[in-house]
């Protein structure tokens, strides 16, 4: 099976929102970090898509995205095309709705958490571009 998945990048005071799952009874997704987004449904656009999820998961209305960059990944038993949009927030007021905690870090600390293994290759990205 293969998904559309949206994902943003958001930055607020030089920093990065990344939010970690809760627990899961897949390991490989259990209490991992994660850029919040989620899955495109049928026939919706990415940018749409991106504007619900961090809707229904945090309760954040953001407008201003800029596609970063796409890919393939291959779990066990699912094929995902990954979009990655960065935004940016003036101020952070969000609502936990899904998600175990959240964290604002650097760009230099995003290698530092453990991540869902489909964000490690945008994470080697930002770190190229950025530092």
């Known amino acids: 099976m293969s998904l559309e998945v949206v994902a943003a990048i958001i930055f607020f005071e030089?920093?990065?929102?990344v939010t970690q799952r809760k627990f899961h009874k897949n390991p490989a997704f259990s209490y991992k970090f994660e850029f919040p987004g989620g899955k495109v449904e049928d026939n919706e656009d990415k940018i749409t898509a991106l504007r619900r999820e961090l809707l229904e998961e945090l309760n954040l209305e953001l407008t201003n995205f800029k596609h970063f960059a796409s890919y393939n990944y291959s779990y066990e038993t699912d094929k995902i095309k990954l979009h990655f949009f960065l935004s940016n927030v003036n101020e952070l007021k969000l609502t936990l709705k899904v998600h175990e905690t959240y964290k604002l870090v650097t760009i230099k600390q995003l290698s530092k958490l453990d991540w869902l293994a489909a964000?490690?290759?945008v994470i080697e990205m930002l770190q190229n571009k950025y530092l």
């Open 14 to 17: 030089n920093k990065i929102l």
């Open 119 to 121: 964000d490690y290759k």
